[in-house]
């Protein structure tokens, strides 16, 4: 089969491979769709993989066409998203059902081979059938979409909100539009010079402040009486930005850190100070949430896209074949042009 695979550090090679071998429990998945994640960018270029030759991709669909046990059989012809996270299933995190924080953690597109590939092996544990009226590339942004849903949650968004988002990324945007659908009141974008605020602006945003244009924290509280917003959300990665969330939220607010820190945080005493004068709640997040339950982050992402709630798939503004993944990684790491979701997808 093709596939683009790691050899080490920037080389990635668009090259035949092996169709993967399933062992007990694994499912083979045609890939039909596979976004490519701001993390791949480092993930290639800069960091690696856990272990070379490994195959990235971690966000995608496709169709299953074979099964390694006689019970998942059934599975053969089903459409599915896939959790990239394959859980140890044994610490602490993972008897409780809280598999975003296991301890002993694989992970397919980084750790093992993902999905940038004509064919992937997947635990059966890992698979979210999609309705027919999802599209593969729907649920190719499951991961993202469920990303956002499990930072907004940790919030404890509740209707009315005033939301602020800083960083109009794929995943910042994915938070506002989840925002919206729990009923924010407001919901109001934050980025600078090198934000595409036309990946928001194109799923109806239009509260969005250019922060090398306007202070950001002056903008957001003339849209909120000059109270701050009820919940702000980082999802940048810097210590100016997280700074930026403490002076943005209101008295007795939420700040959510999503972005994952791009250097060491060194933050203002009187910035620092916000969180204790105010009695600001600071959460984290991490992943997407997976746990057997009907409304886990994944059977949430999927029941809202089949309903028409939200519209992720509005956000891809590029589209490549598998042979062709360089030139959407290219456009993402050059910003040579405005992009939010690069998509590579496969034909029958
Ligand atoms: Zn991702
Ligand atoms: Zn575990």
């Known amino acids: ?137 729907q649920a190719a942004m499951c991961e993202p979409v469920s990303v956002a849903l499990h930072a907004l949650r940790r919030s404890n968004v509740s209707i009315g909100d005033v939301v602020a988002v800083f960083g109009p990324g794929t995943i910042g945007t994915l938070i506002a539009i989840w925002a919206r659908a729990c009923g924010a009141s407001k919901v109001l974008l934050v980025g600078n010079s090198t934000s595409n605020f036309d990946a ?19 903008w957001i509280m003339e849209q909120t009486n000059g109270n701050g917003a009820d919940i702000a959300v980082e999802a940048v990665g810097f210590a100016g930005t997280f700074g930026s969330c403490l002076l943005a939220a209101r008295t007795g607010g939420t700040v959510v850190a999503v972005g994952n820190p791009h250097g060491d945080y060194l933050l203002p005493r009187d910035t620092y100070w916000q969180i204790l004068r105010k009695q600001l709640t600071v959460h984290g997040t991490w992943n997407s949430g997976f746990d057997r339950s009907d409304k886990n982050d994944w059977f949430s992402a999927i029941a809202a896209m089949s309903a028409g709630q939200i519209h992720p798939e509005k956000l891809i503004t590029h589209r490549f074949g598998l042979s062709e993944m360089n030139k959407g990684l290219d456009i993402m790491r050059t910003a040579s042009e405005p992009c939010c979701k690069v998509m590579i997808t496969m034909e029958d």
């Open 200 to 218: 928001p602006r194109s799923v109806g945003f239009d509260l969005m402040c250019n922060s090398d244009e306007k202070d950001p924290i002056e």
């Open 1 to 137: 089969m093709k596939a683009n695979v790691l050899h080490g550090v920037g080389d990635l090679r668009y090259e035949d491979i092996p169709v993967p071998d399933l062992k007990s429990g694994e499912l083979l998945l045609k890939v039909r769709a596979c976004g490519i994640c701001g993390s791949d960018i480092p993930r290639i270029f800069v960091n690696g993989t856990y272990r070379f030759p490994t195959v990235p991709g971690h966000e995608f669909s496709g169709e299953i066409v074979d099964a390694f046990d006689a019970e998942n059989k059934s599975l053969i012809g089903k459409r599915a998203a896939v959790f990239p996270l394959i859980p140890c299933m044994e610490c602490e995190s993972c008897r409780r059902g809280v598999y975003e924080t296991c301890r002993r953690y694989n992970y397919l597109g980084s750790r093992c081979d993902g999905a940038f590939a004509e064919y992937v092996a997947v635990p059966a544990w890992n698979v979210a059938p999609i309705p027919d009226n999802v599209s593969f590339e």
